[in-house]
């Protein structure tokens, strides 16, 4: 069994949340109390064993205590409950570019962060050509940092953070700053961490970089370990339980929104629903079937009449409009009740919140029977896929082919 | 897992390790680093930078002079008012200056305490010696006066290392508990104002100590000024500035100043010991 990293041992940690924040001297000395609190745990009795080598993600929504554990790890905040010992030489990235000074210039800035991160000043003084170049800011460097743009001060902070160069490394959250190729490279570099046999506890809300980066994965929830194991177990059973919640708060909405009142000629809307591959409900990946629902109501069967679904994005646009009569030709009659289907095999939309507008109409005269406007939402998750935007359109790549040699290795 | 094949070959290469310093040295380092950034801030972005540093004693010892010397009549020992105000008025600007930037030292760096692990004791220790600094700096402005009023100095300049110790070990013992209490109690800000006011005027500064010997020799009133300025530690410290400078010779309350010393310790110890126990909740509270 390999020297374990990191080893935390029941680990609690409360917070004292004031009623008022700031203290006055006469509440200190008359009171004899620093104010009225309330006392809340933040992490509870949490254990998780790291081996050297391993890296570990930790999930969990915000302000489930992921970040008040790494800060106890980190040694920023003392553990009111348990112990956590840490072997090897540790580094925490909470922020970049802690304790810049926007006065100096960039250089002298690198050896001020460098200190305070434990840099040794001869060591800094040697990757000081490597940290610029990694930075992009050779032509900047001797500028004061107030004139820096936020991705350039962003990038120093990080360049000199990549070059920290411990055995284990805490990071929280701070791997999404940057454009995409500065954040290609600052993950390129905590691969190679761990290609060294760097130990890594990562602290993320994106699941993907948790499932690249990470072996094993710690959920918290509400201050409490909820699961600990293999990365995609983990990362599975959280995702499923966000949409879960999700479900039911978009559930709670749903009887509020859609209008029963009677339209013209008596035509009511009675529901608007949508099932999945698992049958009913609001959370949807995309590629999933997806069958919406309208239930209908009128005093007179309904000679003639078109349904139109129209699927309206986040932004209040359509995106994609579906009457009745493009599928079926001549006479349509309805029942004076029934539930109408659309049904797609697979939902073309990408990550976000869609509603939909249903509109009964007369196909003869286009009189409008009953609308209902941008009810229902549902959501559509798509944070596996590399695609982004609204909808997903069949495509395929056609790449040129190196032909002198197989490989640059 | 991403496949190591996918890593750019610049990585697989083992890099080179950041050398492992001694702690001591590291925090050496850091130390120098936070100095020279406590003092350099000071002076960018203000127009007469360093000048500052001259200029606030150089007005307040002509303001004194003035009021004291001319107004009041005053008889200022040596002969010289200037060299006699300057020579206290330093070491207690010192003295004042670095417990102001001590209580500051930790809320000040906020964003640092809550996010990175170091040694948060540096940040006070740095701005005490930013203000040691600004008074090595500003005792230049003892030069033309003491030209002025051709008076030199001997052997005894040698006590004065002494002095300023016992002023650095006196204002850290004392900033390191205000600066932990600070964090914890805002009020504390204006405490110190007020407090260093009150013990400025409490400090033979701009009054000769033979004033206070004459002048509250007997009485109720005359022994309770006594008292006061007996157990203030930085009376003994002022007074061998005095001597040095004023009288160039060697300090001559030894008895106070082997009881400043013994001050400046405990205080130093008692500071470390508070601020120890109070950093455990920095992060949260500051």
């Known amino acids: 069994m390999p020297d374990l990293a990191i080893e935390i041992n029941d680990v609690s940690k409360r917070f004292r949340i004031y009623h008022q924040r700031s203290v006055t001297l006469k509440q200190a000395l008359v009171e004899r109390s620093r104010g009225r609190y309330e006392e809340f745990w933040a992490v509870r009795d949490v254990s998780v064993e790291i081996p050297a080598g391993e890296s570990l993600g930790i999930i969990g929504e915000n302000g489930s205590g992921k970040s008040t554990l790494l800060k106890c790890v980190a040694g920023i905040l003392i553990q009111d409950k348990g112990n956590i010992s840490v072997r090897g030489r540790l580094a925490s990235l909470l922020e970049v570019g802690a304790g810049f000074h926007p006065d100096f210039s960039g250089r002298e800035n690198i050896y001020l962060n460098g200190a305070i991160l434990g840099l040794p000043r001869r060591y800094i003084k040697s990757v000081l050509d490597e940290i610029v170049a990694f930075a992009e800011l050779e032509q900047f460097i001797d500028n004061p940092v107030r004139t820096y743009s936020s991705g350039m001060y962003t990038r120093l902070g990080f360049s000199i953070a990549v070059h920290l160069d ?151 646009l359509p995106i994609l409009s579906v009457p009745t009569d493009d599928l079926e030709t001549g006479d349509v009659a309805l029942p004076r009740e029934g539930v109408v289907r659309l049904v797609l095999p697979g939902v073309p939309f990408l990550e976000g919140l869609y509603r939909v507008t249903v509109d009964i109409s007369d196909i003869a005269t286009g009189e409008q029977y009953k609308r209902l406007e941008r009810v229902q939402p549902f959501r559509v998750h798509s944070s596996d896929r590399r695609e982004v935007g609204m909808a997903l359109l069949g495509h395929t790549w056609e790449l040129p082919k190196v032909t002198s040699r197989a490989s640059h290795r | 897992m991403a496949s190591t094949e996918l890593l750019p070959e610049r990585s697989l290469q083992p890099r080179p390790r950041a050398p492992h310093a001694g702690p001591l040295a590291t925090r050496f380092e850091l130390l120098s680093e936070l100095v020279r950034r406590d003092v350099r801030s000071r002076y960018r972005g203000s127009v007469l930078g360093v000048g500052w540093t001259l200029l606030n004693p150089l007005i307040f010892m002509i303001v004194y002079s003035l009021v004291f010397g001319k107004f009041l009549h005053v008889h200022y020992p040596g002969g010289s008012p200037t060299v006699f105000i300057l020579s206290g008025l330093l070491a207690w600007t010192f003295f004042s200056q670095a417990l102001i930037m001590a209580t500051n030292s930790v809320v000040a760096n906020a964003g640092l305490v809550k996010k990175v692990a170091f040694p948060w004791v540096l940040l006070t220790v740095s701005s005490v010696l930013a203000a040691l600094v600004n008074f090595a700096i500003s005792l230049l402005l003892l030069i033309p006066f003491m030209l002025l009023a051709h008076k030199g100095v001997g052997p005894p300049i040698l006590a004065a290392v002494l002095l300023v110790a016992v002023t650095f070990a006196l204002s850290l013992g004392l900033g390191l508990v205000l600066a932990a209490g600070y964090v914890y109690l805002r009020d504390l800000q204006y405490l110190v104002n007020l407090g260093t006011l009150i013990w400025f005027y409490v400090t033979p500064v701009i009054y000769p100590w033979s004033l206070v010997q004459s002048k509250f020799s007997h009485g109720f009133e005359g022994a309770a000024a006594h008292v006061v300025l007996y157990i203030n530690p930085m009376t003994w410290v002022v007074l061998g500035f005095q001597d040095v400078f004023v009288y160039d010779r060697w300090p001559q309350h030894w008895h106070g100043l082997g009881y400043s010393v013994a001050f400046s310790l405990v205080s130093i110890w008692v500071g470390l010991r508070v601020f120890r126990r109070l950093r455990r909740r920095f992060a949260e509270e500051v």
Not at chain 1, 184 to 199: K, L, N, P, Q, Y
Not at chain 1, 238 to 249: D, P, S
Not at chain 1, 259 to 287: E, F, H, K, Q
């Open chain 1, 166 to 316: 411990p055995d284990i490394l805490l990071v929280d959250e701070v791997l999404a700053v940057g454009d995409e190729a500065f954040q290609r490279r600052c993950m390129e570099r905590i691969h190679a961490f761990r290609a060294d046999g760097g130990t890594l506890v990562f602290v993320s809300h994106a699941l993907d970089s948790v499932r690249a980066v990470c072996e094993r994965c710690l959920w918290i929830d509400r201050g409490e370990e909820r699961m600990l194991g293999g990365v995609d177990a983990v990362v599975d059973a959280y995702r499923a339980e966000v949409n879960r919640r999700e479900q039911t708060e978009l559930q709670m909405t749903e009887a509020a929104e859609v209008d029963t009142a009677p339209g013209r000629m008596g035509v009511r809307i009675t529901s608007v629903g949508y099932s999945g591959p698992d049958g009913p409900t609001s959370v949807l990946n995309t590629g999933d079937p997806l069958t919406v629902s309208v239930g209908y109501r009128s005093l007179e069967p309904l000679d003639g009449a078109r349904f139109t679904i129209t699927f309206i994005g986040e932004n209040g």
